[in-house]
């Protein structure tokens, strides 16, 4: 059951930022309402870009080659092994 909540709040925000592609989501949130923030839920020292540019040099040390601002035309699974096809 979509509730007015959903369909004047959610729904919008939900279908600009994934379009088309909304149909194919599951939407797992239901039930769980708008929790009011707290600082016991933590927050990253630095803000957003120092967690972006600390998660990139850890994945770098594990090997893993990024590709800032390439599209990805393809992700591949096999098993536990996940590659990205990139567009030329």
């Keep these: 059951m979509v ?4 369909q004047i ?5 939900l279908e600009g930022k994934f379009g ?9 949130g239901s039930g769980l309402g708008i929790k ?3 600082p016991r839920l933590g927050t ?3 803000g957003f870009q120092a967690c972006v540019e600390d ?3 850890t994945l770098a040390k594990c ?6 601002s390439t599209p990805i035309k393809l992700i591949k699974t096999q098993g536990k092994s996940v590659s990205l096809v990139f567009t030329a």
Excluded: E, F, N
């Design 3 to 6: 509730s007015q909540v959903d």
């Design 9 to 13: 709040l959610w729904q919008p925000l």
């Design 20 to 28: 088309p592609m909304l149909q194919k989501l599951i939407w797992l």
């Design 36 to 38: 009011a923030r707290t």
């Design 44 to 46: 990253y020292q630095g």
């Design 55 to 57: 998660l990139t040099v």
């Design 63 to 68: 090997g893993v080659t990024l590709h800032p």
